[in-house]
């Protein structure tokens, strides 16, 4: 899902306009940005934390070196209860996948 489908769905579910939704994604994005910017992290409930992360710098091999200094990174760690959600519903579809694909070779054989 892209941006504008997000936006689009949004919007059909919540009954606002695409362009305020958009909006209200756009400045959420930047207001994310500048707190990390500010080296704050962001908790979002029921989602999760966006973070910076420093860690020692690697050349082209791989190898960790002292004189290129620490490198920071952002990150996003999702929360316990959509992870649980995410992998349930998973192992839900591939059930159903499963059983649709038994259905249609039984089928095939009658």
């Known amino acids: 899902m892209n941006?504008?489908?997000f936006v689009r769905e949004i919007a059909r579910r919540s009954g606002v306009s695409e362009y305020a939704v958009s909006e209200i994604y756009?400045?959420?994005s930047e207001l994310i940005a500048e707190t990390?910017?500010?080296?704050d992290h962001v908790e979002l409930p029921k989602l999760g934390v966006f973070?910076?992360?420093t860690?020692?710098?690697k050349n082209l091999f791989g190898e960790?070196?002292?004189q290129t200094g620490l490198?920071?990174?952002p990150s996003f760690r999702i929360?316990?209860?959509l992870k649980g959600r995410i992998k349930d519903g998973c192992r839900y579809q591939k059930a159903l996948d499963s059983r649709e694909r038994k259905n249609v070779y039984e089928t095939e054989l009658f």
């Open 71 to 73: 490198c920071i990174y």
């Open 36 to 39: 990390l910017i500010q080296e």
């Open 79 to 81: 929360c316990e209860r």
């Open 26 to 28: 756009n400045v959420s």
């Open 55 to 57: 860690k020692m710098a």
């Open 51 to 53: 973070a910076l992360h």
């Open 3 to 5: 941006k504008r489908e």
């Open 64 to 66: 960790k070196k002292n």
